[in-house]
Nanobody
């Protein structure tokens, strides 16, 4: 079992920045990769990006490439999502999850999920 807790969400104006955190606990040594997803009201959960836990390789959705950066701190068992140049269409609940491989873009390929953190971008 792996437990994930997201934090760092909030309200920000368009063009602003936020950094989300995802703290992992439990059987984290078995985690190969982790990812970020988001879900806006009335929409399906959408892949944002993923990172391998050991080497830090990253892969992003086209919609966030160049604006969002994923990183991790192995010593703290924490993954981050730095979001810059935020747009109103980035408004969603953001989730972190543990992945089975890299790069995995389908939510079904992720096993453990956090509870989510709300990000709201005002225009």
């Amino acid at each position: 079992q792996v437990q994930l807790v997201e934090s760092g969400g909030g309200l920000v104006q368009a063009g602003g920045s936020l950094r989300l955190s995802c703290a992992a606990s439990g059987r984290t040594f078995s985690t190969y990769a982790m990812g970020w997803f988001r879900q806006a009201p009335g929409k399906e959960r959408e892949f944002v990006g993923t990172i391998t836990w050991s080497s830090g390789r990253t892969y992003y959705a086209n919609s966030v490439k160049g604006r969002f950066t994923i990183s991790r701190d192995n010593a703290k068992n924490t993954m981050y999502l730095q979001m810059n140049t935020l747009k109103p269409e980035d408004t969603a609940v953001y989730y972190c999850a543990t992945g089975r491989g890299f790069p995995e873009v389908a939510a079904a390929r992720y096993d453990y999920w956090g509870q989510g953190t709300q990000v709201t971008v005002s225009s």
